[in-house]
């Protein structure tokens, strides 16, 4: 399955995605996130249906990221995405 099936939204360039940073953050939903490479906050980076269940794999997939707090681009590896339950938005 690709992954845009799981994720609309995303978008994927090489092994460069781009999630959508214009969805809004449910609280009590689960999403996949990563640390801003300039700020160090969270960035969310898509749903997680799986509620944690399952990890991002990939070790050469980057991810590019708008960061909602400072407003910078950059790009995290697949490695460092981790599943989290939003507790408050970003």
Do not use: N
């Not at 214009?22 to 906050?41: D, R």
């Amino acid at each position: 399955m690709h992954l845009t099936h799981l994720w609309p939204g995303l978008t994927i360039s090489g092994l460069i995605m781009s999630p959508d940073p214009t969805k809004e953050i449910v609280i009590g939903e689960w999403y996949f996130s990563a640390e801003c490479p300039h700020c160090h906050v969270a960035v969310p980076l898509f749903h997680d249906k799986s509620k944690g269940k399952i990890k991002i794999a990939g070790p050469d997939a980057q991810f590019q990221v708008t960061c909602k707090k400072c407003g910078r681009e950059g790009l995290v590896s697949a490695e460092s995405v981790v599943s989290v339950e939003a507790t408050k938005k970003p």
